[in-house]
């Protein structure tokens, strides 16, 4: 008995509509079988790229890392300077604490002596080395008052916090300094 295609079908079994996009040499053509030395054709182009991973790395690396470096050190000066401003903030609220003296001048310089010890102890562990200064001093917005500044000041330069870099040296401030200014009225001084 002779095999008759079906009707819309090719003795090939496969549909018409996939036959349309196959070329018609290759209708009847093998399937085709990777070559057996596949294998052996791409050994020579690996070969040649061998060890490129290693010496990208290294190339990049060092570039990262001072990237990285820079970031850390930048973020620590920010984290001192923040200290700085806070232990100033807190040292001028301590000047307007009752201090108990005989005359304005003695007041004055006891409020200022308590502002630096309250400033110099609010001052991180990492910075603990700022210097405090006080400066009482008339008001120049309104002289019959008297203003208080607790300046602190950090020696970034003979006390870094991480090491420095050769080259992000010169980027890098001398000082860390903050200042913060307390008004007290004469009256209620004594």
């Given at each position: ?25 290759r209708i ?53 300077q923040q200290?700085?401003?806070?232990a100033s ?102």
């Open positions: 008995m002779i095999a008759r295609p079906q009707r819309g079908r090719r003795a090939d079994s496969r549909p018409a509509s996939r036959l349309a996009s196959i070329p018609s040499n009847d053509a093998a399937p085709r079988v990777p070559a057996r030395n596949a294998h052996a054709r791409n050994t020579h182009p690996r070969r040649s790229q061998r060890g490129a991973t290693a010496i990208e790395f290294a190339l990049v690396f060092p570039l990262f890392f001072c990237v990285f470096y820079a970031i850390v050190t930048f973020s620590l000066i920010f984290v001192a200290s700085l401003t806070l903030e807190e040292g001028a609220r301590a000047a307007l604490n009752y201090q108990k003296a005989n005359d304005v001048p003695a007041a004055i310089s006891l409020r200022a002596a308590a502002a630096c010890t309250t400033a110099t102890n609010m001052v991180a562990q990492m910075i603990s080395t700022a210097a405090c200064q006080t400066v009482p001093a008339a008001c120049s917005y309104q002289p019959a008052m008297t203003c208080i500044a607790v300046t602190l000041t950090y020696n970034y330069a003979a006390h870094p916090l991480v090491p420095n870099l050769p080259l992000l040296g010169l980027v890098l401030p001398d000082n860390l300094t903050s200042t913060a200014t307390v008004q007290l009225n004469p009256v209620n001084i004594l």
